[in-house]
């Protein structure tokens, strides 16, 4: 298995250009050659039969069936070593910490648009931006305690930042899911590898959660709030309430009372003091934000504002999820930690600056334009897959709302020997999406989810379009 | 344990049991029809309209089918999702419930009862049913005891599993008085029947088959079937584990395991109606029911259950469902008493909370 492999002119993760096998991928290759073709089908149909067995699976949204599918899972692990994680960490904590930094600013002295490194239109602008939320200090100052950060490899293998997810990233259980499938599959080989674990991430999440209950709350009740069982991510809510111990409730199990937070039990109100949410801002408390929301809490932001009850994340941290804001970041690092980026950005235009927008016209077959506020693949242009009609459509769409379209340009995403049918492998582009828990400390998990776009030639790796996912192993060593 | 979660506890369990019992009443009477030679239309619908009216779905069915033949009945119990008890709902009912409270069942658990729903889901399920029907239900009745073994064996028995208890024993006690329920148009409308035929022997023992009874019957009755000791075996027997006087007591106990409430007590409405209705099982007789008439005193039964599950809604899971609106206005208030005490000075003193919510 795995033989003849080649990287055809592209980055790749395991060969290198002459096609050889790179070093952290070798011990890998020699166990996984030894498989054969009849044994690695049977591996991967069980799997599969195993996952949806146990429902791990996503809501296709718009299907009157209610069809669950399960997320597309490949069974050659991504492999990073020792070294290179170690700088990928590095570089993470470094965003995080600025990120950080930057959303106590602008809810509070502004000092980094006084000094003239963000522009305040683009804050005050912002879709995310929560100016109800100016002055407020959010517990222990920390707003965003767990954050998905996308990377990618560009055609030399660079590491890059394409976004950052404050709001709700999701994501994690196929992490931890995906691991135990492989253990459960080739039990011999991480140790001969030398695999570092995963599986204390719901842990170290509650101790985040932990860390930041309401002051004089000695031991908090910590509730993942869900928006219910029809959400596309609900699988992944009830497996890191599971895994927490806590309870997982909807909106319609909590009520407020005098500025406090308490949920409905057969045994009458009882008090919850920390909320992992999993509903964006807009959903959240009706009295405050969208008011046709039924998914949250009458109140809720009142007990919050109160300090009776705590949420992660924060509210007002999607401003950082910004399309246009991503393209400060390497200011801010530079900004508040005086440091340059570790890993850098893609270089971005943004249509409102003027000689951004100029360029961006002139240049939309080649460039991919995203949307400032959206995600999933959702509200994307990629100029060299797109017809001119399409083309035109965003080019319309820019010149009418140029504040919310950013452009970058395509970036030939690294591959990876992925199965394809048959006990054949090819290059599949991948990225990678590690998740930051920001509590007393911060913390990440070795490794993430690693995303693969299925089809051949695809760049999307996102699930809603054709994209599955794979094992991440970060080795203890460097081969 | 929250409402919400007590309420889906309560009803996967409900569902599943559904299931299992819808699908031991349509297997008998088909094994039935094996025993009868030559039956025209008439015979048919007068064998198979009873079997729909024991499941109370009467009216929905005659929405859907002019007659009652044995395609139209089977297909509409097993198969119908219109039908929103048939053994198809059942299953994603039970399956939907589970799936709300994933992180508070097994994996085990959760694991047989999403299998039991892919498989019942599939072509393959139509196909083992065109085969053979009685293997098809071997296979439902197989997984749903599957089911409460694994409920037995790996959940925690705290105050989720008690819900889940109440409801395994509510939904049986319905459905085992239900399947007594179908033949009682051969029975006079008060006293019972001084001997039956041969046919009618053969319909009261697919009875007892229905309720796994059958062989236990003999061992206590010896051969000879009769209406009288069919009833009191299914209602009054203390240790037939479908009778219904041993689901009411187990419905009783878990419900005082719930309160923590000991016998001969109560401290809400669920338990005073359990508490009365298992005396009146433990001391009442079969010549009384059949003073009475059978099919009068099941309906009454079958009342008695039914408010059993509306107070036990009421004293558990309502105050979850106080309007959104009424919660909205709650809110507002609150903040503008806040901000009237703010401006005319006088410092934010807690107020004593407010008693359960109001419901719509």
Redesign the interface.
Same mark, same amino acid.
């Given at each position: 298995m795995l033989n003849g492999y080649r990287a055809e002119n592209f980055f790749d993760e395991m060969v290198d250009a002459h096609d050889q096998v790179r070093p952290h991928y070798r011990r890998f290759q020699q166990l996984f050659s030894e498989i054969k073709p009849e044994d690695f089908d049977r591996y991967r149909q069980s799997v599969d039969l195993a996952f949806l067995r146990q429902g791990i699976t996503f809501n296709v949204y718009g299907d009157a069936q209610g069809t669950e599918k399960i997320f597309p899972f490949d069974l050659v692990p991504r492999i990073i070593a020792h070294k290179e994680w170690e700088r990928i960490e590095a570089g993470l904590v470094q965003r995080i910490t600025a990120l950080n930094l930057f959303l106590h600013d602008i809810y509070h002295e502004q000092k980094i648009v006084k000094d003239g490194v963000v522009p305040p239109f683009y804050v005050l602008s912002g879709k995310h931006f929560r100016r109800e939320f100016s002055g407020f200090n959010v517990p222990k100052d920390i707003y965003i305690h767990i954050c998905g950060t996308d990377l990618i490899r560009g055609s030399d293998g660079g590491w890059m930042v394409l976004e950052d997810n404050g709001r709700c990233p999701s994501g994690v259980s196929y992490v931890l899911e995906n691991r135990r499938a492989m253990k459960r599959t080739f039990p011999g080989m991480f140790e001969e590898v030398g695999v570092r674990p995963v599986e204390h991430y719901a842990q170290e999440l509650l101790k985040a959660l932990q860390h930041i209950a309401p002051a004089g709350v000695a031991d908090p009740t910590i509730v993942l709030l869900t928006p219910g069982a029809y959400n596309s991510a609900y699988f992944e809510h009830t497996y890191l309430a599971r895994q927490m111990g806590i309870e997982i409730v909807e909106g319609r199990d909590l009520v407020v009372r005098d500025a406090r937070v308490f949920m409905r039990t057969t045994k009458g109100l009882q008090p919850v003091h920390v909320i992992y949410r999993r509903i964006d801002d807009d959903f959240l408390d009706p009295t405050v934000f969208r008011r046709d929301s039924m998914l949250g809490v009458p109140g809720i932001v009142r007990a919050y504002r109160a300090g009776n009850v705590s949420l992660a994340n924060s509210i007002g941290t999607g401003i950082a999820d910004d399309k246009v804001m991503y393209a400060f970041v390497p200011k801010m690092i530079k900004y508040y930690l005086d440091q340059e980026p570790i890993i850098p950005n893609v270089p971005t235009y943004l249509a409102n600056e003027e000689s951004d927008k100029k360029y961006l016209l002139e240049n939309l077959d080649p460039l991919v334009v995203k949307a400032a506020n959206e995600s999933g693949g959702y509200g994307m242009l990629i100029g060299p897959k797109s017809s001119k009609e399409e083309i035109e459509k965003f080019r319309g769409a820019i010149e009418a709302d140029p504040r919310n379209y950013i452009a970058q340009p395509m970036i030939s995403l690294s591959r990876h020997p992925t199965h394809v049918g048959n006990g054949q492998f090819e290059g599949r582009h991948i990225d990678l999406r590690p998740y930051i828990i920001y509590g007393e400390k911060i913390t990440i998990v070795p490794g993430g989810l690693t995303r693969v776009a299925l089809r051949k030639g695809s760049i999307v790796v996102n699930s809603s379009q054709g994209g599955g996912s794979k094992d991440t192993w970060v080795l203890y060593g460097d081969e | %344990? *929250?409402?919400?979660?007590?309420n889906c506890l309560y009803w996967m369990s409900r569902y599943i049991e559904r299931a299992e019992n819808i699908a031991r009443l349509v297997d008998t009477n088909l094994q039935l029809l094996l025993d009868f030679r030559k039956l025209d239309e008439q015979r048919l619908a007068e064998h198979w309209l009873p079997v729909v009216q024991a499941t109370g779905d009467e009216d929905e069915f005659f929405k859907l089918h002019p007659i009652a033949t044995a395609e139209a009945v089977t297909e509409f119990m097993v198969f119908q999702m219109e039908n929103s008890n048939s053994i198809m709902q059942s299953i994603c009912q039970a399956r939907?419930n589970a799936? %709300?409270?994933?992180?508070q069942i097994t994996?085990e658990l959760?694991?047989e009862l999403?299998?039991l729903y *892919?498989f019942i889901r599939s072509q393959d399920a139509r196909r083992l049913w065109d085969q053979s029907p009685s293997e098809f239900f071997e296979k439902i009745k197989a997984s749903s005891l599957h089911i409460v073994g694994i409920t037995f064996a790996t959940l925690i028995h705290n105050?989720g599993w008690q819900?889940n208890q109440v409801g395994k024993f509510l939904e049986r006690a319905d459905k085992t008085s239900r399947i007594l329920d179908v033949r009682h148009q051969t029975l006079p409308e008060r006293g019972s029947p001084k001997s039956i035929n041969q046919t009618e022997a053969l319909e009261w023992s697919a009875i007892l088959r229905s309720c796994s009874a059958w062989d236990a019957y003999k061992s206590i009755y010896g051969a000879e079937i009769h209406p009288k000791l069919v009833a009191e075996f299914l209602l009054l027997n203390e240790d037939l584990p479908r009778s219904v006087r041993f689901c009411v007591t187990e419905l009783n106990t878990a419900l005082r395991r719930?309160s923590g409430v000991q016998e001969g007590r109560f401290v809400n409405e669920a338990e005073k109606l359990a508490g009365r209705l298992l005396a009146e099982l433990q001391f009442g007789t079969v010549d009384e029911i059949f003073d009475r008439g059978l099919h009068n005193y099941l309906d009454e039964l079958q009342l008695q259950l039914n408010s059993i599950g509306d107070a036990l809604f009421e004293s558990?899971?309502f *105050?979850?469902?106080?309007t959104?609106d009424e919660?909205?206005f709650? /809110? /507002?208030e609150? /903040?503008q008493q /806040?901000q009237a005490r703010r401006l005319i000075g006088s410092p934010d003193r &807690?107020?004593a909370? &407010?008693g &359960?919510?109001k419901t719509a």
């Open positions: - | %344990m *929250l409402s919400r979660v007590a939907e799936r %709300m409270v994933r992180d994996g959760w694991e999403n299998r *892919l105050e819900f719930i558990y899971f *105050l979850s469902f106080a959104f919660e909205v709650v /809110q /507002q609150e /903040q /806040q &807690p107020r909370r &407010p &359960p919510l």
